[in-house]
């Protein structure tokens, strides 16, 4: 870290090291991500990595195909394109292949999510790709990081550091070579992006990835046993509470409960008070006072909602002590 | 029929309303509810499901309830 703290781009000494250093960088994270160096543009706002992705692959007269459970940002692009059209969903979270069957003819772009952030639910990728037709693919890993291959045939993708508990800044684009893409946004020169990440974040990131693909197989399996026993436990401890979608279809560290006739950010609260931090999509606690659309979606209750994303290295004993925090916590707010 | 008035009320006050009041009426009886809050349909949908009840969405912030099981 003490050799990469100049800015790659000048001429001094300490620049090339950093030079060397981002290299070193890039061709680690393509060679774990299974990209090329040449595909992929680095983002220090993780948030424009849905707009370069898609947006860069949208002609104007183009159609937007997305799901209605997608990313809040990938709706804001819809809304400035004259054309989208939006796919339901299954009570599952899966989306309705049929709807995106009639579409397939369509010119345009697939804003394909791979896994939903807030509830964890996969996607059947290779079904939905293979029912795509002529749409182009932006494939959103933003969630799913390296738990899911990269499709058959994509057009861009776009990861997120933080998937693999890398560190928050950091965003990765890959825009396929030979791919239809333009820079959505007004540029200069010949860089497709601004270039203004932090070396020292994308250094971590890449050593982070590493370490994560490292532990990643066999974490798999232990995360997923030990969400099921979460769902297993929670479920029969705690009456009137709400699952999101199906463990075998899922990512096998987030789960999403809703519990009924309580609120959701107290019971965040009760939690970090137990030690315990996790986030919620419940009404309650959004900033625009609506239910989670992705819940709404799917038919799942919106308020008393928590969002549990289990660790690399979590034990079965933290997660037997969440469980009976969540117990008394419900019970508590439901009495009160 | 028991009259609900949750107008202004924000989620999950109108849900938990709901819960309250459905103890006090036998299978077979409906409160109608009034709720403006945007989560309200969703949730009461939702609730119907996890509590073996019935709504009817009667018009726009404005809902049937109706028992149908014992508690």
Redesign the interface.
């Known amino acids: 870290m003490d050799q990469g703290w100049a800015d790659p781009r000048k001429l001094a000494h300490s620049a090339a090291k950093a030079r060397i250093l981002q290299e070193e960088a890039l061709a680690s994270l393509a060679q774990n991500l299974g990209l090329r160096s040449d595909e992929m543009e680095i983002l220090g706002e993780p948030a424009l990595g849905h707009f370069y992705s898609i947006a860069g692959l949208m002609r104007p007269e183009d159609t937007l195909v997305h799901s209605n459970v997608d990313r809040k940002e990938v709706f804001a692009i819809a809304r400035v394109h004259q054309n989208s059209s939006v796919l339901g969903v299954e009570p599952s979270g899966q989306i309705k292949v049929d709807e995106l069957q009639k579409l397939a003819k369509t010119q345009g772009v697939l804003a394909l999510q791979v896994a939903n952030g807030e509830t964890g639910i996969l996607q059947d990728v290779e079904g939905l790709v293979a029912n795509s037709g002529t749409l182009r693919i932006a494939a959103d890993f933003s969630s799913a990081g390296t738990r899911v291959p990269l499709p058959s045939r994509w057009d861009s993708v776009f990861f997120d550091a933080r998937s693999w508990q890398g560190p928050q800044g950091i965003g990765i684009v890959a825009i396929r070579n030979g791919a239809a893409w333009r820079n959505p946004l007004p540029y200069l020169g010949a860089t497709r992006t601004p270039q203004s990440a932090s070396l020292p974040l994308l250094m971590s990131a890449a050593i982070a990835l590493e370490e994560w693909q490292e532990n990643e197989g066999s974490e798999v399996a232990r995360l997923r046993a030990l969400s099921q026993m979460l769902r297993d436990e929670i479920c029969a401890s705690v009456e009137n509470c709400d699952v999101a979608g199906d463990l075998g279809q899922s990512l096998p560290h987030i789960t999403s409960f809703s519990f009924l006739y309580v609120q959701g950010e107290e019971l965040l609260r009760r939690l970090e008070l137990a030690g315990f931090e996790v986030d919620s999509g419940s009404a309650c606690t959004a900033e625009d006072l609506q239910p989670s659309h992705v819940l709404a979606a799917m038919g799942v209750l919106t308020h008393g909602n928590i969002r549990i994303t289990l660790h690399q290295g979590c034990t079965s004993a933290e997660v037997k002590s969440l469980t009976e925090a969540i117990r008394i916590a419900v019970e508590d707010l439901r009495a009160s | 029929m028991k009259e609900l008035n949750c107008l202004g009320m924000?989620?999950?006050l109108p849900?938990?309303a709901v819960?309250r009041e459905i103890k006090n009426i036998t299978p077979g009886e409906s409160i109608h509810l009034l709720s403006d809050?945007?989560?309200t349909e969703?949730?009461l949908?939702?609730?119907a499901?996890?509590?073996g009840n019935q709504i009817e969405v009667k018009g726009p912030n404005e809902f049937l309830v109706s028992k149908s099981k014992v508690d």
Do not use: N, Q, Y
Request: hydrophobic share 40%; proline share 12%; charged share 30%.
């Open positions: 924000r989620c999950p849900i938990i819960g809050d945007p989560a969703i949730d949908k939702a609730w499901r996890m509590t």
